[in-house]
């Protein structure tokens, strides 16, 4: 199994505050996503990067794709209450079914 | 549209007992996938099915199986349960880039 190995693994923070995850792997991903899941319910994807180098914006939420697709990272600005969350990423397999392997997840609180 | 439904919510099993997971999905997709998510480890792909009467066994399959009779429905067994089968158990459907989940279902292991 590749792992998908993500930093930090837990992060509490105050609303206001700057952060960014990162999600690390020992081979290229043809392509990643992100995923949010909020307590007692399932992931829900944010967004999915392809091309090295690429860097998408959500609002408030900044994804980068490593130059060498073998990494990535999630940066959040001034962060709120809703953001809270596990950040999980995922790496998408090749082939018909689109197979997701998921990192170990960043479990992130913002408190007011 | 109600999405992905997952049944029961909450299970709570003896070691050996068995009991069958559903999942079920109105977007007409056809791909399914069950996965089960333990603390630090993320989600772990257990079975998929990329169509009615298909499966295929992903990271984790060992101690389950899984049916899919109807396009809609996607069906995790659990024979003879152990305690490292506890977990929280997800189910997902997609037809392209974004997998869809279920609400998950809670599973503990006496």
């Known amino acids: 199994t590749q792992l998908l190995e993500q930093s930090p693994q837990f992060l509490s923070i105050q609303e206001g505050e700057n952060l960014t995850v990162y999600c690390n792997s020992s081979s290229v991903f043809s392509s990643l996503q992100w995923y949010r899941q909020e307590p007692g319910e399932g992931p829900v994807l944010l967004v999915t990067?392809?091309?090295?180098?690429e860097v998408k914006k959500l609002k408030r939420l900044t994804f980068q794709f490593g130059d060498a697709r073998k990494d990535s990272s999630l940066h959040i600005t001034a962060a709120q209450p809703g953001d809270t969350g596990l950040y999980l990423c995922?790496?998408?397999?090749?082939?018909?079914?689109?197979?997701?392997?998921f990192g170990t997840g960043t479990r992130l609180q913002v408190t007011l | 549209n109600a999405g992905v439904t997952q049944t029961p919510k909450f299970r709570v099993l003896k070691t050996g007992q068995s009991m069958t997971l559903l999942c079920a999905q109105d977007m007409n997709h056809e791909y399914m996938y069950w996965y089960r998510q333990d603390p630090g480890m993320g989600l772990r792909l257990i079975h998929y099915s990329v169509g009615e009467g298909t499966t295929a066994k992903g990271e984790v399959p060992d101690g389950y199986n899984v049916s899919r009779l109807k396009k809609q429905n996607f069906l995790l067994g659990l024979e003879s349960a152990a305690p490292s089968q506890t977990s929280v158990y997800f189910c997902?459907?997609?037809?392209?880039?974004?997998?869809?989940f279920g609400p998950g279902t809670r599973l503990t292991v006496l």
């Open positions: 995922a790496r998408r397999s090749t082939g018909t079914a689109s197979k997701l392997t």
């Open positions: 997902a459907s997609s037809q392209g880039n974004e997998q869809f």
């Open positions: 990067v392809v091309t090295g180098g």
